[in-house]
DNA sequence: CGTGTACTTGATCGTCTTCAAGAGCGGTGG
DNA sequence: CCACCGCTCTTGAAGACGATCAAGTACACG
């Protein structure tokens, strides 16, 4: 979905992995969001009818459409499930500011753990985890673009996050072998992803 | 609004200013929004119940409460005024990305320039600016938090921008003295806030 | 077997942080 | 009334973290 396009439907993403991202004049890109199998996305469209920003398929993509039409009717009838549509929105905007605080006051390497915490507990909720590994079909250069630092650094942050023994990391496949340690180096306290569930 | 308590109201801020933030068990606090009059906020907890950060005062403030009770109602009975008070959320959300940018991807020169373009152009709707001027009660010490880099270097940035003739800041009173150059070095576009209006 | 991409490592450079100290200002209490 | 305190702003100096430049390795693909 490119940036100032004007989709006419939002979509959950079934299976694959996709980012949103911006990019800036002289070619920098900013990932500001990474959307895992279960992620209603989108709805960004169906009320601001612009898109300010990009979505971009990490990798081949399954998608179950709603088109706005349809989503205007379902709001006019089932006020549960707009609440439920709107609280996904929510959760978004809390994921950015909790993204926000790890960028402007975490170390890169606390942040690259926070990221690593993050999409664990995500994955899991879908069962897209294995024991404590997944699979994240992502490249240190888009991982970069995602933390805001250089490749270079990603790969040193990286290296020192395996010599530690915290992660393994190869190719798309993540393990964490020391989760209490990454948690720490993290600071990572899932609330903002609103995970356990509560009467809605 | 402490972080962690759970309002039952949400409000529109109707005089005043007010910023949300988060600490870090270090101490290091972060700040991901700065609230002028006019905006909506608090609809976190409406629909989340527990809040993931604090929102605190910069200055006096005025707000119009709405229980979420009232809120509630108001659901099943307007359509449209769900999507709009959902608009507001997903308008926090796209700024948010924006700021993401900006801390990722933007040199503190040219992210400091970008908030003082989004205040202005988001004061400027309110008619709370004068000309080019707007008045923004915020310390160095609190610009830091919310640019995400050390106080001394806020201070640094901002000499230059005022050495370059750029923008005026005494105390709390900022002075646009060439809109051009500003928005130039801050690679400014409002597209994002979703200003201009458009049938909803 | 050649090409492109991702990953890795080393060296140098710049931005921003930290530490430190001083100036200006408003508020408080002796 | 004025000395003192606390907070904000300012400036200098040293140091850390991350960027950039550069080169080399590994691997998939045609």
Redesign the interface.
């Known amino acids: 979905v490119a940036d100032g396009s004007r989709p006419t439907s939002s979509a959950l993403l079934v299976e694959g992995f996709a980012v949103?991202s911006?990019v800036?004049?002289d070619g920098?890109?900013?990932i500001?969001?990474i959307h895992v199998p279960g992620d209603f996305f989108g709805?960004?469209s169906f009320?601001?009818?612009?898109m300010?920003?990009s979505v971009v398929a990490l990798t081949g993509c399954r998608l179950a459409l709603a088109d706005h039409e349809a989503l205007r009717r379902l709001?006019?009838v089932s006020?549960h499930l707009?609440?439920l549509l709107?609280?996904t929105?929510?959760?978004?905007?809390?994921t950015?500011?909790?993204?926000?605080?790890a960028?402007?006051?975490?170390s890169s390497l606390s942040h690259m753990a926070h990221l690593v915490c993050e999409l664990f507990v995500r994955l899991q909720v879908v069962r897209l985890t294995d024991g404590l590994s997944y699979r994240l079909p992502i490249t240190q250069r888009q991982l970069a673009?995602t933390?805001?630092v250089s490749p270079v650094h990603v790969n040193r942050v990286l290296q020192s996050l395996r010599a530690e023994k915290v992660i393994s990391w190869v190719s798309t496949s993540i393990t964490i072998l020391n989760w209490n340690r990454l948690v720490e180096i993290a600071?990572f306290d899932p609330?903002?992803l609103?995970l356990r569930s509560?009467a809605?």
């Open positions: 949103r911006k800036l004049a920098a890109r900013q500001t969001a709805l960004h009320l601001l009818k612009q300010d920003h709001m006019s006020t707009t609440r709107w609280m929105t929510i959760i978004d905007a809390a950015h500011r909790e993204w926000l605080v960028m402007g006051r975490r673009d933390l805001g600071e609330a903002y609103s509560e809605r």
